[in-house]
Nanobody
Framework: QVQLVDSGGGLVQAGGSLRLSCAAS????????MGWFRQAPGKEREFVAR???????NYADSVKDRFTISRDNAKNTVYLQMNSLKPEDTAVYYC??????????????WGQGTQVTVSS
C-alpha cells in the first residue's frame, strides 16, 4: 500500500523557519516527481515546489528564494526547508508524488497534510 506521510508543520513567528518532511512507502519513488502544494483557509490549493527525479527543482514565485525543496531517494523522502516565513505562508501543506507532474492532481499520491501557521 502506497503511503505518503507529511510531518514537520507547526506554529512559528514571522521570519522563522520550518522544515517539512514527506516519507513515502509502499514502492520506490526514485523515478517520481515529488513536491508540495498548500491550501489556506478559503483559498484554492496552490503549487509550492517540485523536485523532479533528475533533481531539478521548480518553485512558485511567492516562495522562490525562501523555500528549498530536496529529496533523499535512499530514504524515499522529500523535504521542504522554509525560511523567512510570512503570515501569508499559513496553510495546510500537502506532499505529492507522481510519475508525471502534469497529472499529479488526478493520478498522483498525496500525503495527509501538515499545518503551518505563521504568526505576525
Amino acid at each position: 500500500q502506497v503511503q505518503l506521510v507529511d510531518s514537520g508543520g507547526g506554529l512559528v513567528q514571522a521570519g522563522g523557519s520550518l522544515r517539512l518532511s514527506c516519507a513515502a512507502s509502499g514502492r520506490t519513488f526514485t523515478n517520481y516527481d515529488m513536491g508540495w502544494f498548500r491550501q489556506a483557509p478559503g483559498k484554492e490549493r496552490e503549487f509550492v515546489a517540485r523536485i523532479r527525479w533528475t533533481g531539478n527543482a521548480n518553485y512558485a514565485d511567492s516562495v522562490k528564494d525562501r523555500f528549498t525543496i530536496s529529496r533523499d531517494n535512499a530514504k524515499n523522502t522529500v523535504y521542504l526547508q522554509m525560511n523567512s516565513l510570512k503570515p501569508e505562508d499559513t496553510a495546510v501543506y500537502y506532499c505529492a508524488a507522481s510519475l508525471s507532474w502534469a497529472i499529479v492532481t488526478t493520478r498522483g499520491y498525496w500525503g495527509q497534510g501538515t499545518q503551518v501557521t505563521v504568526s505576525s
